[in-house]
């Protein structure tokens, strides 16, 4: 909103300093110190208010170190990270730009589908909270969404150059077309463009049905990224902090994709309009740090799953979007690692208990932070190593920008 009054006042104006608006990075700064001020200062409140209404977390006993002690706990704390996206986004923000408009839709949606979770879980007391198959419908809904936006919407395009450049009398320029796309980038590889119709055999000469085999993509990366980052948000500051970590680094890729001279430079796809993301991110990296000061241990708020839903679904909706969801293995290793580690977890001990009569376990306890803890680590220096291994997976995927 604050783009537009200040767009206008500098056209019609000329008014002192308004042209900064004009530049993403400067919005995006803003963005960053908006949702931070937001989280520290109205995080405080919303705190006190869960705890007036009694909304506090009700531990299962696993057997954990200092588990018990969280008990009471204030939960629902993702409606601080909710905020201080959403009002730096419609504050700095070009609202007319579809990938914004995409990416607050899966924010509210998922927020939504989380609130619903906790709101079962705190006070309907039912532990279960929200039926999986009804969080798995809302997540579908989502990639339904988004896919779809990705192929119909007709301001979503990829730039394509051609090869020869064409000399002027102002020195040599490089043509291209801006057409609609089902492609992504492959890393490390040079030639990395990856075509979803590659994924439908030529003799079905079914490639126009190429955006159904996308969209069904989409749907299961928004559910799996959602899901990891669920599972993963069990100690203190652990999903805020790698969530914080993966926005640097979408950030920077955003920027890249959106912008001409560094997309060429460097020979990543450009991706016209999408630059405006990196004010998006910059917001939900303000508003992880700013939810990790309440959020760090000991945790005097866990953002449950109106947090951790949304989070996962955010990263992998802009994932999507600047066209790197192949990266996503790399990028988001630790939600990766930590869903892969119950899925293990659960299918070997059903294998045994039925072949044998008995289940056995891989892990001590699942997810993997809680196999770690049953080994003795203490929760705080655990989430710092996860946060070390997670800005290494970070900085590799940034790296694969030009290791190719």
Known sequence: MLYYLFDYLDKHFNFPGAGLFQYITF???????????????????????????????????????????????????????????IVPTLLFAKLHNIYIILLLVTAVWLGGVGFLDDYIKVFKKNKEGLSGKFKIVGQIGLGLIVGLT????????????????????????????????????????KNNQFDYSYLIPDFLGLDQYTWVVYVIAVIFIITAVSNGANITDGIDGLAAGTSMIIGIGLAILAYVSGNKVFSQYLNVMFIPNSGELAVFCAAFVGACIGFLWYNSFPAQVFMGDTGSLMLGGVIATLAIVIRKELLIPVLCGIFLIELVSVIMQV??????????????????????????????????????????????????????????
């Open 27 to 85: 919005r995006a700064f803003a963005a960053v110190i908006t949702s931070l001020g937001i989280a520290a200062i109205w995080g405080k409140a919303v705190i006190n208010q869960l705890r007036k209404l009694q909304i506090g977390e009700d531990i299962r006993d696993l057997g954990l170190e200092g588990q018990m002690q969280k008990k009471g706990t204030p939960t629902m704390g993702g409606f601080i990270i909710l905020l201080s996206l």
């Open 150 to 189: 990705m192929w119909f919407n007709d301001d979503i395009k990829v730039r394509f150059y051609e090869k020869a450049k064409i000399a002027s009398n102002i020195g040599a320029v490089q043509q291209f077309t801006d057409s609609k796309a089902l492609i992504s980038t492959v890393p490390f590889l």
């Open 347 to 404: 299918s070997y001990f059903k294998y045994t208990k039925k072949k044998f009569g008995e289940g056995r376990r891989i892990f001590l306890m699942s997810p993997l932070h809680h196999h770690f803890q049953k080994k003795g680590y203490h929760e705080a220096k655990l989430v710092t190593r996860f946060w070390i291994i997670c800005i290494l997976l970070v900085v590799v995927s940034v790296v694969t920008l030009k290791l190719r």
